[in-house]
């Protein structure tokens, strides 16, 4: 739980001592890379913080085709915000791409760090309207981008992953096929080169 401290203690203004508070109410869980820690119709009781590893979240249509959502690393939230505050049951999928640990979130802690810390309260603001900044720009994306732009957008979210997820999912996670993906990437290194 050392990561999460530390990222609170860094963007959130929590206190060493606020946070002995916030301790007893977390809870650390290990899953083994394949394995879900949230599946299709069951409703999503906790956000997940990434101490170690890699979740994606995703989808699976009619056609039994995966579209993935999101990814999560070292240091991001996931969650489906949707089926936590409205107690549905969730949509979409969350397992885990690497073996991983994470941080269970659920609501007793929210309500508790919100109580303790006017500076949590501020960020978990910024935090949620920074969720929907980037939900409406993937919309825009995957509506109206080129592959490269969607590819290079991915690289700059996400830099830290191209070489720890498979193409298929990065190719998921870009609503294109995995050859279009290949062919995107060719083209990219050839203008690198050019550059040189």
């Known amino acids: 739980m050392e990561n999460f401290f530390k990222y ?3 963007n959130a203004g929590i206190t060493p001592g606020q946070f002995n508070i916030l301790k007893p109410l977390l809870q650390v869980k290990n899953i083994v890379k ?3 820690i949230l ?6 009781s906790h956000s997940f913080f990434v101490e170690k590893g890699l979740l994606r979240m995703y989808s699976i249509n009619k056609e039994g085709k995966e579209n993935i959502i999101q990814f999560a690393s070292e240091n991001w939230f996931i969650s489906d915000r949707s089926s936590a505050f409205f107690h549905e049951p969730s949509q979409y999928n969350i397992d885990a791409v690497e073996d991983t640990a994470v941080v269970l979130i659920d609501a007793k802690f929210m309500t508790t760090a919100l ?6 309260r501020s960020y978990n603001e910024n935090l949620l309207q920074n969720h929907i900044r980037h939900l409406q720009g993937r919309i825009t994306l995957l509506i109206g981008a080129s592959a490269e732009e969607r590819y290079m957008n991915f690289i700059k979210l996400y830099s830290d992953l191209t070489l ?14 995995p050859e279009s993906l290949s062919r995107v990437r060719k ?8 550059g040189y």
């Open 39 to 44: 599946t299709k119709g069951e409703v999503c």
């Open 34 to 36: 394949g394995k879900y």
């Open 115 to 120: 109580e303790i810390s006017p500076e949590f």
């Open 8 to 10: 609170l203690s860094e």
């Open 164 to 177: 720890r997820v498979p193409q298929w999912m990065i190719a998921s996670y870009l609503g294109i096929t």
């Open 187 to 194: 083209e990219l290194a050839k203008q690198h080169f050019k």
